[in-house]
C-alpha cells in the first residue's frame, strides 16, 4: 500500500501541492511568553505567565523529476513560492491591506497544520544538461495561524456541550461528505447544519471548525 502523501493547500486559492516525496521528519514546536520581573532580595525572580506563543512546524521537502522527460523541477517549487507571496486580490476591507495566504498542512488523516508561511528556503541540487533544474528541497517553518480552541464556529454555544466532538474542515469537504464519516449517512448533514448555523452548506471552508453534534 502506497504511503498518503503529504499536500500544501493555499486557503486563499484552494490550490494543493503535492509532496513528491514524504518529509522523513518534522519538528514541532511552541513558546509560552513568561517575562521574568526581579524580587528584591531573591535569587529566583517571578514568573508571569502573559500568554502562548504560536506552534511553529520545521519541515524538509524534496521535490524530484528527474525521471520524467522535459520535465522542470520549477513547476512544483513555484507554487510553493507563490504561497508566501501577497495576493492583492484579497485585500481586507477594513485595512485596504493585503497578505499572503494562508496554507494547510496536512499528512493523512490525522495531522493537520493551519499557518502562515513564514520562512522558506529552496535549494536546487540536480541539474539537466541544458541548466533546467530537476531536483530540488526546500526548508519551510510555518507558524500557526489560529489557535482552534478559541476559533469560533457558525455557533460557538455548540462547543460548550460536555464531550462535543469538533473536527477541522479538510479541503473538498462538503457537508454530505462530513455526515457519511461521522454518521454512515450522507442524509444527516442537515443534523451538522443546524448544529453550527450554517444556512448555505457549500459555505464551509478548510481550516474551519465545525461542532459534530450526537445523533438524535
Not at 510553493?80 to 476591507?93: E, F, G, R, Y
Amino acid at each position: 500500500m502506497s504511503l498518503t502523501k503529504a499536500t500544501l493547500t493555499n486557503l486563499y486559492t484552494k490550490e494543493k501541492l503535492s509532496c513528491l516525496f514524504n518529509p522523513t521528519e518534522y519538528t514541532v514546536a511552541k513558546t509560552n511568553n513568561w517575562p521574568a520581573k526581579p524580587v528584591v532580595g531573591k535569587d529566583v525572580p517571578k514568573l508571569d505567565f502573559t500568554g502562548g506563543g504560536s506552534r511553529t512546524m520545521t519541515v524538509e521537502l524534496m521535490f524530484d523529476v528527474f525521471e520524467e522527460k522535459d520535465a522542470d523541477v520549477r513547476k512544483h517549487t513555484d507554487k510553493l513560492s507563490k504561497m508566501t507571496l501577497i495576493d492583492a486580490s484579497k485585500k481586507n476591507k477594513k485595512t485596504k491591506k493585503s497578505r499572503p495566504p494562508y496554507v494547510l498542512f496536512e499528512w493523512g488523516e490525522n495531522w493537520q497544520f493551519k499557518a502562515a508561511i513564514t520562512s522558506l528556503s529552496i535549494r536546487f541540487t540536480l541539474f539537466r544538461q541544458n541548466g533546467v533544474p530537476v531536483r530540488a528541497l526546500a526548508s519551510v517553518t510555518l507558524t500557526e495561524a489560529v489557535d482552534e480552541a478559541d476559533k469560533k464556529g457558525t455557533n460557538p454555544t455548540s462547543y460548550a456541550e460536555p464531550g462535543l466532538k469538533r473536527r477541522m474542515v479538510r479541503p473538498r469537504d462538503t457537508l454530505a461528505g462530513i455526515a457519511y464519516e461521522e454518521y454512515g449517512s450522507s442524509t444527516q448533514w442537515r443534523l451538522i447544519a443546524q448544529a453550527n448555523n450554517i444556512d448555505n452548506p457549500l459555505s464551509i471552508e478548510a481550516g474551519q471548525i465545525i461542532a459534530i453534534p450526537r445523533e438524535s
